[in-house]
């Protein structure tokens, strides 16, 4: 198990006298192992509790970390099993960044994206994004994502548009990836949309839900199985009849929420 004795961020960068970034660099690499230790387990019990303080060290030692802010703030934000579940404490990890460079306007648009994705605030995810759109140099479009997350807070088109917004502006390869399946992940929902309303209306024709065969010979889907995005077949559960991605695919889980979800006045359309 992961022990972290000394649990001072201040203590540690005292220590470390003048070689703060290179254990800052050391701690980095100490979080992505627990990090990453901590997911692929299969302990029921499994927790992150020291990822929050392996985070704060990190940061301590090396204020412009931005890779550690903004990845820790992912990390943080994920729910369980794949993230802490801990939006409060992503959200303060971004603060602890924005204070330390105020200029760079990155931190403030992750606040928002936290604040969408994961909270579930649009009203307070506009406010952030605005506040960066404030900061001298920060793109024009930020303005722009704050008005679209006003008006279509929880429409999935909404969150396409933060998601490709991140994709075409991300320093990093991995945030990229990451951007790259919350995608993925809205495609294999719309997807599961139009098959969920086709298996529902075989139901109430037929009697009974439908195979896939039964699907595919319906003109529903071309092949069987029928893949998701990532290219692992969905999964078909006959007696509730009931269409998800399978728990072997990159894209499990899905996201739940109103952030997922058609508005209203795009399910009319």
């Known amino acids: 198990a992961t022990v ?5 961020p201040m203590a540690v960068k005292r220590a470390a006298l003048s070689y703060s970034a290179v254990l800052a660099d050391v701690y980095w690499i100490r979080t992505l192992q627990y990090y990453g230790g901590t997911r692929l387990s299969k302990d029921k019990q499994k927790n992150y509790a020291l990822l929050a303080p392996l985070l704060d060290i990190t940061t301590t030692l090396d204020p412009r970390f931005r890779i550690a802010y903004r990845f820790g703030a992912i990390f943080l934000a994920e729910p369980m099993p794949g993230g802490a579940g801990r939006t409060d404490l992503a959200i303060a990890l971004l603060e602890k960044g924005a204070r330390a460079q105020p200029d760079y306007w990155r931190y403030l648009q992750d606040i928002g994206f936290v604040y969408y994705w994961w909270v579930g605030d649009f009203h307070e995810a506009a406010r952030w994004f605005q506040k ?3 900061i001298p140099g ?3 479009w930020l303005r722009s994502l704050a008005a ?3 008006t279509q807070g929880g429409d999935r088109r909404g969150s396409r548009l933060l998601w490709q917004s991140l994709l075409s502006t991300a320093e990093d390869e991995w945030l990229r990836r990451n951007a790259s399946l919350r995608l ?10 139009r098959l969920q309303a086709a298996v529902r209306d075989y139901a109430s024709r037929v009697g009974a839900f439908p195979a896939w065969e039964a699907l595919r010979a319906a003109g529903v889907v071309g092949s069987v199985p029928h893949l998701d995005p990532a290219g692992v077949p969905y999964v078909l559960d006959g007696q509730p009849g009931v269409v998800t991605v399978s728990p072997a695919s990159p894209l499990f889980p899905l996201p739940t929420g109103a952030r997922t979800q058609f508005a209203p006045r795009c399910a009319a359309r």
């Open 4 to 8: 972290l004795y000394v649990r001072s």
């Open 138 to 140: 920060a793109p024009w």
């Open 132 to 134: 960066a759109a404030d």
């Open 184 to 193: 993925a992940q809205l495609d294999a929902l719309d997807e599961i949309d």
């Open 148 to 150: 679209v997350t006003l």
